[in-house]
T-cell receptor, first 110, second 114 residues
């Protein structure tokens, strides 16, 4: 069973702080990694994709991948109340099939 | 560019009935994947279609089926509905359906089975 694990949270951070979201995966053959944001009652929205070891930055978001440790993370700098949502980690390990973690609920307090 | 569209947005059915959901991918995208989202199981992969062929299938019973048309639009069908089929059904499209292709989700169809 290929698994993707996330802390369900909630992760509570003050406005302006850095939010750190983590994800581990079990399949060493996993090829690509994605972070989605899902607001309550809405569908997942793609935030970041990362394919190779290291960091990838896009605006306030930084994705980090460590394949040796089977670990993916998402950093959100200068967190805003509008960032409050559930963040889903997804791993593509076979063709075009995404395996999702259970999601981490982030709460940014003003 | 228009996003992924799904119809209908909401459905209420009774046990034993069948249902068909529709998905139109982003223009130019040829791969369509379907997912089921429930509070208990989270987001789970149902199946993926590319060039009218099912390429991958998740661990769901045969009551769940799908197809893709030549214009890349896709439908999924659930027969003999059960209470546990109540969920948000999400369609995602990607350009070619390779592992490095990003998948973009539609708004979903919320199915309630009574």
């Amino acid at each position: 069973q290929k698994e993707v694990e996330q802390n369900s949270g909630p992760l509570s951070v003050p406005e302006g702080a850095i939010a750190s979201l983590n994800c581990t995966y079990s399949d060493r053959g996993s090829q690509s990694f994605f972070w989605y944001r899902q607001y309550s009652g809405k569908s997942p929205e793609l935030i970041m994709s990362i394919y190779s070891n290291g960091d990838k930055e896009d605006g306030r978001f930084t994705a980090q991948l460590n394949k040796a440790s089977q670990y993916v993370s998402l950093l959100i700098r200068d967190s805003q109340p509008s960032d409050s949502a559930t963040y889903l980690c997804a791993v593509n390990n076979a063709g075009n099939m995404l395996t999702f973690g259970g999601g981490t609920r982030l709460m940014v307090k003003p | 560019k228009a996003g992924v569209t799904q119809t209908p947005r909401y459905l209420i059915k009774t046990r034993g009935q069948q249902v068909t959901l529709s998905c139109s991918p982003i223009s130019g995208h040829r791969s369509v994947s379907w997912y089921q989202q429930t509070p208990g199981q989270g987001l789970q992969f149902l199946f993926e279609y590319f060039s009218e062929t099912q390429r991958n299938k998740g661990n769901f019973p045969g009551r769940f089926s799908g197809r893709q048309f030549s214009n890349s639009r896709s439908e999924m069908n659930v027969s003999t509905l059960e209470l546990g089929d109540s969920a948000l059904y999400l369609c995602a499209s990607s350009i070619q359906g390779y592992a490095y292709n990003e998948q973009f989700f539609g708004p979903g169809t919320r199915l309630t089975v009574l």
